[in-house]
């Protein structure tokens, strides 16, 4: 046992990387925690106790060979370790940054079970990828033959990127489309960059077009390109856009300026970080800077709103949900995160009612007092003195939001499946001010057929387009879907899961289509 490499779980405790201070990383947009040294990976990659039924692989989307790569770094290959990691994921320095290992393959970690710590998992995957990009090892995709075959994904996220990997290294002509003037989806627009920095995403888009995989951007399909023309172009189409429609509240009353989509915000945080010019966010609506900012919502967007309030310089940064904190899907070291760095959580609360200002009101009884102060002779609202009426009509402008009316919740009794619903009690309302609220409610699918024209695309009752969970092939011939537009919202592991899947099945139909040619 003395000279055992693994199964250090019993005397090397647990650890993390060093994480930066709440104060400091509240401050920028950086990550917050700081690379493992090659001495500690090794000692923390030690304490893998080398299930016989590893249960980190099993409830690993992609089944990545964790324990293997784990044992590599231990004993110092660490090359070996990363060839092993990007056996089964595209983007393995993209999961160790993003991954939910909380609820995964760390969570699911048997020495975790038996109360010695998980191993940390996502720290070492993400330690071993960004190593092999700073020795040089991961390089371009270098196809052992090429094929004429062509396939055109439509979405440049995970889903669509994971494919065109995929589908390159077995020497497909690969051409990416997407609405947006950057790849990366979600992953460049949606993820705030102090849980990945944008350089990361960028340099992965480099290393695809580099191997051989075009992109064109800008092409929205539907409007600057029709779905037609890219059926017609390709051999395969693979649909990869993602849930982008924001659910909204049932409220009435909501304000025109100062209550934001979460996805608006943050992309416009994000294009700023990038170094783009933002005219909503330079004129303060998708700016926290000095404002009380309210986030609804109790998932990862709106864990990642409520941080980016927070480096923005937000007076106070509050969020609200409905459920209480054993009960919220996001991540609960993104609320712990949260919390150190000053957000507020307000657990079983749920808004009703705004209040904002409504300028517009007061400007038209100015408007009148105006009018008759030039003498209005015809009626008509405006005054006909030529020296005052038009110096002083005004322009209307739009009402802003100054707070919430909220209601305290309470979980009720449990179903039949054991989940409690929230219900409100009665009398329990309150003010809450705010002049910035963001809804972070979730995203549901676009109504693709509609926007795209296309006749025979057979969707669900919830609007996502159906495919078969094992080929993701959809209702129209040499057509395939996969991530969120079909899952619906979900996580960056499993649309990278379903891009491989629907990559090694569109393979599989092209290469029989050639074979059956050739005879």
């Given at each position: 046992m003395?000279?055992?490499t693994m199964?250090?779980?019993v005397t090397v405790?647990?650890?993390m990387?060093?994480?930066?201070?709440?104060?400091?990383r509240a401050?920028d947009f950086?990550e917050?925690?700081r690379e493992?040294a090659?001495?500690?990976?090794?000692?923390?990659?030690s304490?893998?106790s080398?299930?016989?039924?590893p249960y980190c692989q099993s409830?690993?989307?992609l089944?990545?060979n964790?324990?293997?790569?784990l044992r590599?770094?231990?004993?110092?290959?660490?090359?070996e370790a990363?060839?092993r990691a990007?056996?089964?994921?595209?983007f393995?320095?993209?999961?160790?940054r993003?991954c939910?290992?909380d609820?995964?393959?760390?969570?699911?970690c048997?020495i975790?079970?038996s109360?010695?710590?998980?191993?940390?998992?996502?720290?070492?995957e993400?330690?071993?990828?960004?190593?092999?990009?700073d020795?040089?090892?991961?390089?371009p995709?270098?196809p052992?033959?090429?094929?004429?075959?062509s396939?055109?994904i439509?979405?440049?996220?995970?889903?669509g990127?994971?494919?065109?990997?995929?589908l390159?290294?077995?020497?497909?002509?690969?051409?990416?489309y997407?609405?947006?003037d950057?790849a990366?989806g979600?992953?460049?627009?949606g993820?705030p960059?102090?849980?990945?920095?944008k350089?990361?995403?960028?340099?992965?888009?480099r290393?695809l077009?580099?191997?051989g995989v075009?992109f064109v951007?800008g092409?929205d399909v539907?409007?600057?390109i029709?779905f037609?023309a890219?059926r017609g172009?390709h051999?395969?189409v693979?649909?990869?856009?993602?849930?982008?429609?924001?659910r909204?509240?049932d409220i009435?009353?909501?304000?025109?300026?100062?209550v934001?989509?979460?996805?608006d915000?943050l992309?416009?945080?994000?294009r700023?970080?990038?170094?783009?010019?933002?005219?909503?966010?330079?004129d303060?609506?998708l700016n926290a800077?000095?404002k009380?900012v309210?986030?609804?919502?109790?998932?990862?967007?709106?864990m990642d709103c409520?941080?980016?309030a927070?480096?923005?310089?937000a007076?106070s940064?509050k969020?609200?949900?409905r459920?209480d904190?054993?009960?919220?899907p996001g991540?609960?070291?993104e609320?712990q995160n949260a919390e150190?760095?000053g957000?507020?959580?307000?657990?079983?609360s749920a808004p009703?009612?705004f209040?904002?200002h409504?300028p517009g009101?007061?400007?038209?009884?100015?408007e009148g007092a105006?009018a008759?102060?030039?003498g209005?002779?015809?009626?008509?609202g405006?005054?006909d003195?030529p020296?005052?009426a038009p110096a002083h009509?005004?322009?209307?402008?739009?009402?802003?939001?100054?707070?919430?009316?909220?209601?305290?919740m309470r979980?009720?009794a449990?179903?039949?499946s054991?989940?409690?619903?929230?219900?409100?009690?009665?009398g329990?309302d309150?003010d809450e001010p705010?002049?910035l609220?963001?809804k972070a409610?979730?995203f549901?699918?676009e109504d693709i057929?509609?926007?795209?024209?296309?006749?025979?695309l057979?969707?669900?009752?919830w609007?996502?387009i159906?495919?078969?969970?094992?080929?993701?092939r959809?209702?129209l011939?040499?057509?395939?879907a996969?991530g969120?537009i079909?899952?619906?919202a979900?996580?960056?592991v499993?649309?990278?899961r379903?891009?491989r899947?629907a990559a090694?099945a569109?393979?599989a139909e092209l290469a029989g289509?050639?074979?059956?040619a050739a005879?």
């Amino acid at each position: 046992m003395a000279t055992q490499t693994m199964l250090k779980f019993v005397t090397v405790p647990r650890q993390m990387p060093d994480k930066r201070t709440a104060a400091e990383r509240a401050e920028d947009f950086h990550e917050i925690y700081r690379e493992f040294a090659d001495a500690k990976a090794k000692e923390q990659a030690s304490r893998c106790s080398q299930c016989g039924v590893p249960y980190c692989q099993s409830h690993c989307p992609l089944h990545n060979n964790i324990p293997d790569w784990l044992r590599l770094t231990a004993e110092g290959r660490t090359q070996e370790a990363y060839l092993r990691a990007q056996e089964t994921n595209s983007f393995p320095e993209i999961c160790g940054r993003i991954c939910p290992q909380d609820r995964l393959c760390e969570g699911n970690c048997v020495i975790e079970q038996s109360g010695h710590g998980t191993v940390t998992i996502g720290a070492i995957e993400k330690y071993i990828t960004d190593t092999a990009w700073d020795e040089g090892w991961v390089q371009p995709i270098r196809p052992a033959a090429e094929r004429a075959e062509s396939v055109g994904i439509i979405g440049a996220g995970p889903g669509g990127l994971a494919a065109a990997d995929r589908l390159r290294r077995m020497g497909f002509q690969v051409t990416v489309y997407d609405r947006h003037d950057r790849a990366g989806g979600l992953l460049i627009y949606g993820i705030p960059g102090f849980k990945l920095e944008k350089p990361v995403v960028e340099r992965r888009n480099r290393l695809l077009e580099e191997g051989g995989v075009e992109f064109v951007l800008g092409a929205d399909v539907g409007q600057t390109i029709s779905f037609d023309a890219i059926r017609g172009k390709h051999d395969a189409v693979l649909i990869a856009t993602g849930v982008y429609q924001t659910r909204d509240l049932d409220i009435d009353n909501a304000p025109e300026r100062g209550v934001v989509r979460a996805l608006d915000y943050l992309t416009a945080s994000n294009r700023v970080d990038l170094g783009d010019e933002v005219p909503d966010f330079e004129d303060g609506e998708l700016n926290a800077a000095g404002k009380r900012v309210v986030v609804i919502g109790g998932g990862d967007t709106a864990m990642d709103c409520v941080r980016t309030a927070i480096r923005q310089g937000a007076v106070s940064v509050k969020c609200l949900y409905r459920r209480d904190r054993a009960n919220m899907p996001g991540s609960q070291r993104e609320v712990q995160n949260a919390e150190e760095e000053g957000v507020e959580f307000v657990w079983l609360s749920a808004p009703n009612a705004f209040a904002g200002h409504a300028p517009g009101v007061a400007r038209k009884a100015d408007e009148g007092a105006v009018a008759n102060a030039g003498g209005d002779l015809s009626g008509d609202g405006v005054g006909d003195n030529p020296t005052l009426a038009p110096a002083h009509v005004p322009v209307e402008t739009p009402s802003r939001v100054n707070g919430l009316r909220v209601t305290r919740m309470r979980l009720g009794a449990p179903d039949v499946s054991g989940r409690q619903s929230p219900e409100p009690i009665e009398g329990a309302d309150y003010d809450e001010p705010a002049d910035l609220v963001i809804k972070a409610l979730g995203f549901e699918p676009e109504d693709i057929p509609r926007l795209w024209g296309v006749e025979g695309l057979e969707v669900t009752r919830w609007g996502t387009i159906k495919a078969d969970f094992r080929t993701h092939r959809t209702s129209l011939p040499g057509v395939w879907a996969v991530g969120d537009i079909v899952r619906g919202a979900s996580l960056v592991v499993w649309a990278i899961r379903d891009g491989r899947e629907a990559a090694d099945a569109i393979a599989a139909e092209l290469a029989g289509a050639s074979r059956m040619a050739a005879e």
